[in-house]
Structures are given as C-alpha cells and as structure tokens.
T-cell receptor, first 115, second 116 residues
Framework: AQTVTQSQPEMSVQEAETVTLSCTYD???????LFWYKQPPSRQMILVIR??????QNATENRFSVNFQKAAKSFSLKISDSQLGDTAMYFC????????????FGKGTSLLVTP | GAVVSQHPSWVICKSGTSVKIECRSL??????MFWYRQFPKQSLMLMAT?????????EQGVEKDKFLINHASLTLSTLTVTSAHPEDSSFYIC????????????FGQGTRLTVV
C-alpha cells in the first residue's frame, strides 16, 4: 500500500513571499503520478500541479513548481509570489497507473497567506 | 475542462433514514467514478470505486450494506447512506476520470451530510 506523508499541518507566509510545502511518499511502484490539490474554504478540490514519475523534469505551472526527487520519494510544492487567494488546504496525492484515477491523499497542509 | 456535479451540496437527515447523493459528469462520460469521505480538518479517504454496469469495489473497512453505490449510466453514480447515524455525518466527495485531459481526476463540489 502507498502512504503519503505531509509533515507540516499548518504553514503561514506573507503575501509575495515564497513558501515550500513538503510531501514524502512510500511505494514499491515504478510508474505512478503525483499531484498537489488545493482545497479552499469552498471545499472544491482544485488540481494545482501534476508530475509523472517517469519524467525527470520538475513540473511547473505559473507560480507553482515542484521538486520531485524520485529516489528520495519526495515531492515538494513551491509557491512563488504568494497571493491571498492561495490560502487553502493543500493535499499531496499519489496515483498508481493501474488504479484508474483513485488517489491516495496525504493529511494536508493548511496554508495561510497574510497581507 | 470536465465538469463533475454533486447533488445535494448539503443535506440534513434524521437518524435511521437513508439519503442519496448523486454524482454526475456533465460534459463527458465516466466509466469509473470514485467516492471519498472527508472528516473535518482531515484528508480524503477513498471509500469505493464505482464502475458503470458492475458492482462497486469497496475499500477495506467500508461497509457495503451501509454505503450503497450504483453506477447505472456513464454519467451518473449514486451513493446511498442507509440507516444513517450521527457518526455517518461527514463530507462526501466524488470524482471521475477523464483521460482526454491527461491523467487527472475531476471532483464534484462535495456533499455535507449531517445526521441528527
């Protein structure tokens, strides 16, 4: 079974600053996907960024980027130029390729962006 | 993008009654949908995988007879919480896969169930 660990229950960052959320995972699979999802107060799950395990290049989406270290089984999310709208719960998630689209989530990190 | 709609967004029911939650893929067909449960300030836990035209696959520890899942069409999956009790109060979220946009699960907006 896969486990996803987010060791930072809460984090805070000032507007315009950079923050990094950590995530580690444990798996014996060689092919998989990793995701970061954002859950704002509305509770709608929003995909932030996706990383295919077979790709060495780290994924980037505008202000969001990841540091994917496959050997270390680490998948951190960096948010640059933080905005107030980034305030949300952030979940790291793992998906096996043969599981359809079932996701295994970490416990989440509550991020607060302050003015 | 692909849109998944859940209904209702919130529901209050009396203990002992049953409540049905619908999950619809509005602009695509989903052969597989997933149901998650989220307790307050906690993560999403996969409850079951719903496959169109076949029985759902439940995760270990999830009561099949309490959480009935039906995936009768390619755009609709339903979760029925039978004989609900206060401990069933939770936030339930569905997702559907749509490979056209790459490997991504699309989530409904969730249903907050309160059993009184």
């Amino acid at each position: 079974a896969q486990t996803v660990t987010q060791s930072q229950p809460e984090m805070s960052v000032q507007e315009a600053e950079t923050v990094t959320l950590s995530c580690t995972y444990d798996t014996s699979e060689s092919n998989y996907y990793l995701f970061w999802y954002k859950q704002p107060p509305s509770r709608q799950m929003i995909l932030v960024i996706r990383q295919e395990a077979y790709k060495q290049q780290n994924a980037t989406e505008n202000r969001f980027s990841v540091n994917f270290q496959k050997a270390a089984k680490s998948f951190s999310l960096k948010i640059s130029d933080s905005q107030l709208g980034d305030t949300a719960m952030y979940f790291c998630a793992f998906m096996k390729l043969d599981s359809g689209y079932a996701l295994n989530f970490g416990k989440g990190t509550s991020l607060l962006v302050t003015p | 993008g692909a849109v998944v709609s859940q209904h209702p967004s919130w529901v209050i029911c009396k203990s002992g009654t049953s409540v049905k939650i619908e999950c619809r893929s509005l602009d695509f067909q989903a052969t597989t949908m997933f149901w998650y449960r989220q307790f307050p300030k906690q993560s999403l836990m996969l409850m079951a995988t719903s496959n169109e035209g076949s029985k759902a696959t439940y995760e270990q520890g999830v009561e099949k007879d309490k959480f009935l899942i039906n995936h009768a069409s390619l755009t609709l999956s339903t979760l029925t919480v039978t004989s609900a009790h206060p401990e069933d109060s939770s936030f339930y979220i569905c997702s559907a896969d749509y490979s056209v946009f790459g490997t991504e699960a699309f989530f409904g907006q969730g249903t907050r169930l309160t059993v009184v």
